[in-house]
């Protein structure tokens, strides 16, 4: 099993060491983990890693790399939040560590009147304004060239119907092969909440995303997708992502990736052994 999106305490809202973490996911089974808390952003240092942790951050990442060797492979990633604007913050940090995998996600959107919505803002997300900006951001997202996947895209789908999602994404879905920019499978779709868009009420239960009616034009227009369980606690370690590529791969979905020192390597889903990771299975493409 494959998990390229986690966090940890460093991300502020979610708790485990990376220790825990890793223990946690070797107990579910994970092969390839990928470590990926909230990088530093000026817009919200409540939830995420402040610039002095950082060091700290990554040491503890490279002590669970020596002292789990040969029983799971560590990957030391980030999630960046993209903002206009936030394109020079990002690549001076990057500059600044070695990454295996960088996530760009969008977690906040400035509507006009100066307004911020945040995405888990479930009653707000349909609104003509933010939706407008959400793809725009989006679409500069997919064409900065700073990132290797995109952190769950269609998180719409918690409080968005999935007709006006897809309207919205299906003229950005060439951008993904064209800028060399994998297209996250996130499992936390199945953990989380959304919006009854009936009753207007928070329900539980529900596979909210990723879309299963997106991903066959993703693979028409030769996406690639990179998976992760999105664990903020290290009971949620690898959670999800069987039954995900279970339902995902009557679909058509063929292979899934990671990333290591931002190289992305697909690996296929056509044979048993597939999700162990051996080398023998591997493709490593250039970026």
Known sequence: MIDSHSHTFYSKHATGSVDELVRASIAAGVKVLTITDHAPF?????????????????????????EYQGQIKILRGLEFDYMPGSESYNHDLMARYELDFAIGSIHYVEVPGNRMVKVWELPRLAGQAFLDRYFANLEALLESGLFDAVGHADTLLRGVSEEVVLRRLEPLLPLFARNGIAYELNASGIR????????????????????????????????????????????????????MLNALLPLGLQSISYFECRRRIDVPLDEPAALAVGQSNQKIILQ
């Open 42 to 66: 000026a817009v919200d240092s409540d939830n995420r890693l402040l610039e002095a942790e950082l060091d700290y951050y990554f040491a503890d990442i490279d002590r669970a790399q020596q």
């Open 192 to 243: 989380k909440s959304s919006l009854d868009l009936e009753s207007g009420h928070e329900i539980h239960g529900v596979w909210s995303y990723p879309s299963r009616a997106l991903l066959p034009q993703l693979i028409t227009h030769n996406a690639a997708f990179t998976v992760g369980s999105d664990a903020h606690d290290p009971c949620d370690a690898g959670a999800g992502i069987r039954d």
